[in-house]
């Protein structure tokens, strides 16, 4: 081991930061930084970008459609209508199934699915780095199978589709990882807002299911994009290209009594049930595929066998159905359509998803959600049948994708139906709750978790954030004199000494001021080398320091750079004056708070105590 010196006064490894008086005072709310204002502006042509490329992907939707269908030549977006064929209709879907496996098996297998799960896994364990080839294959393999019938909507393939621009444009530049997903997930926020035109719910999806976090670095790109987006949708639909916004016009709706309530907190509770009910349905479907004896290529023909009978049965399945949510929004369908519709989406549906073919899942559960609002309103009091279906629509999105504040503004900006607000907040609220308490995990998490990955989807605090180095050190640590030899120091600390606990040993000086760190480690080594006799100062490290008022995240931080799991805690005003030291485990104490806060239940306030506080009072009209 070469020799080493006692360490000058500025020698000692600190972090680059300046002191200052009142550290705590300096801290932020925030962490963002300038770098924010470039991922802005690339985030505002990416939701340009996203929102042409969406509006594209409607219209080859509808010209596939009516090709198949009609034998037109025609991009609107109308309904498929299999009575044009008859029973040859079936064949259509079928048809389309064949192309969707052949792309996937030939093109990239990441185009199979509804696309959020597979969003979300690029953001968690692929670094946000999506293939090129995915901003072509999906929306085209997307196109065929809704367009060929599919009972799918467009908004998966775009979040898909509108975040591999993201990436794509990310992979172009020098970014990190995190400012990769930024744009990543600013494309799908501008493609979801092209299709449907709700730039804030749009934005707060990707919150609540694609950014894993609430920051301005993340949130105002998103923002910026969605804005971006529906400038451009507006454009369009100010020429007549698009429909325009609100794309599911209602009646005005007036405000709702409280007897509406109760009926809110019922559609709420049967939502709940709702999702449960498709979830299941869903991965059951699934699982009988993957019994058959057959590739995976050829399950999307074999589940649109299922979808053209289903059509045949009722054509409203096919399709993406955005005129039939509008029908049952306006009341417009009887009871008993209601309930066909019920039955033979949710089977279709799930079928053809569990067949992991191409298509989202948006459309086909605001379609379900609303027949079932439709149904229950039959008996519910204080509203309509079409506001019952619009609370069904929102509480159905809130139980399967577990995102309530989406779920009541995406209702809003489809409706503009503002009066509905607390019976919507409602509904959506107890749905999620019937959700989680029933499903472990949702059918967007469920897919992850069977390729052996894990998704927390609730956000919290850090408690690292919270609390302060002098809040957890350890103060009166053991030190050693820089003169002592690493023999001398064996022998001091013998086998069982609970000094030899701590694996890092602060050296000081004379007059007391830190001169370096030796770790238990080095003086095994030392001895192994049969340089035990010499001072323990040509054993010292520089070591990497943390300040007492650094909040444990900042601390936590420069462990994993540095690869050191104990720091020596020094002052600011003197670089050289042990403080204490901090460890890994101590960081723990923060968790520790957190535990408590969470399992400790007590009672401040007894009745007791709270009648002799009452008692204190003065009486009414007394001095």
């Not at 939707?61 to 079936?90: F, M």
């Not at 159905?396 to 009541?408: F, K």
Request: net charge neutral; glycine share 10%.
């Amino acid at each position: 081991m070469p020799p080493q010196r006692p360490l000058p006064d500025d020698a000692v490894a600190i972090p680059d930061e300046r002191p200052t008086d009142g550290a705590e005072r300096a801290l932020g709310d925030f962490t963002a930084t300038p770098a924010v204002l470039r991922l802005a502006l690339v985030a505002v042509a990416i939701g340009a970008a996203t929102a042409v490329v969406a509006l594209g992907l409607l219209d080859l939707i509808g010209l596939i459609s009516n090709l198949a269908y009609a034998g037109r030549w025609s991009t609107a977006l109308t309904a498929p209508d299999p009575h044009v064929l008859g029973p040859l209709s079936v064949l259509v879907p079928v048809a389309g199934g064949l192309l969707v496996g052949l792309m996937a098996r030939v093109g990239s297998e990441r185009i199979r699915g509804h696309g959020i799960p597979e969003a979300m896994e690029t953001i968690l364990l692929r670094g946000s780095r999506m293939e090129p080839r995915l901003a072509v294959l999906k929306p085209l393999s997307s196109a065929i199978s809704i367009g060929s019938g599919g009972p799918f909507g467009a908004e998966g393939p775009i979040i898909v589709t509108g975040g591999a621009v993201g990436s794509i444009v990310g992979q172009l530049l020098h970014l990190t990882a995190a400012e990769r997903r930024t744009l990543l997930v600013a494309g799908a926020a501008g493609g979801m807002t092209a299709v449907f035109g709700t730039p804030v719910a749009a934005v707060l999806l990707a919150v609540e299911l694609l950014l894993f976090e609430w920051r301005p670095r993340s949130l105002v790109p998103a923002a910026l994009a969605a804005a971006s987006a529906a400038a451009v949708r507006g454009a369009l639909a100010n020429h007549g290209l698009i429909h325009p916004a609100p794309l599911f016009p209602v009646h005005a709706v007036a405000a709702l009594p409280a007897t509406a309530l109760p009926g809110a907190l019922a559609i709420g509770l049967a939502c709940g049930a709702l999702a449960w009910t498709m979830t299941r349905c869903v991965y059951a479907a699934e699982d009988a595929f993957a019994r058959l004896p057959l590739h995976w290529c050829w399950w999307p023909a074999l589940g649109g066998v299922v979808v053209g009978l289903g059509g045949l049965l009722d054509p409203r399945v096919l399709g993406a159905g955005y005129g039939t949510i509008r029908a049952e929004l306006a009341g417009q369908l009887a009871l008993g359509a209601l309930a066909l519709l019920l039955v033979c989406k949710l089977v279709v549906w799930a079928v053809a998803l569990g067949s992991n073919t191409s298509g989202g899942i948006l459309a086909p559960l605001l379609m379900l959600g609303a027949a079932l609002g439709g149904l229950l309103g039959a008996l519910l009091p204080g509203a309509d049948t079409g506001t019952w279906a619009l609370l069904g629509m929102a509480a159905a999105m809130a139980g399967v994708m577990r995102s309530p504040l989406t779920s009541v503004v995406f209702a809003l900006e489809l409706t503009h139906q503002v009066n509905v607000l607390p019976a919507l907040l409602l509904a959506c609220a107890v749905a999620q709750l019937v959700s989680v308490l029933a499903l472990k995990r949702s059918i967007l998490t469920e897919k992850i978790a069977r390729r052996g990955y894990h998704v927390n989807r609730e956000y919290e605090v850090d408690p690292l954030q919270a609390l302060f180095v002098r809040d957890v050190m350890e103060v009166d640590p053991v030190t050693l004199d820089l003169e002592l030899t690493a023999a001398e120091l064996h022998a001091q600390l013998p086998e069982g000494s609970s000094a030899r606990r701590q694996r890092l040993y602060p050296l000081l000086d004379g007059d007391d001021r830190l001169g370096g760190v030796v770790a238990w480690s080095d003086v095994l080594a030392a001895r192994a080398d049969d340089d035990a006799t010499a001072a323990l100062a040509r054993l010292a490290r520089v070591p990497v320091v943390a300040y007492p008022d650094e909040t444990l995240r900042a601390v936590a931080d420069r462990m994993l750079d540095s690869g050191h799991g104990v720091l020596p805690v020094v002052a600011r005003e003197d670089r050289r004056r042990l403080a204490g030291l901090v460890t890994q485990f101590d960081l723990l104490a923060a968790h520790q708070r957190v535990l408590v806060e969470e399992r400790h239940r007590e009672r401040p306030l007894s009745p007791r105590r709270l009648a002799g506080i009452g008692a204190l009072l003065p009486a009414r009209g007394g001095s």
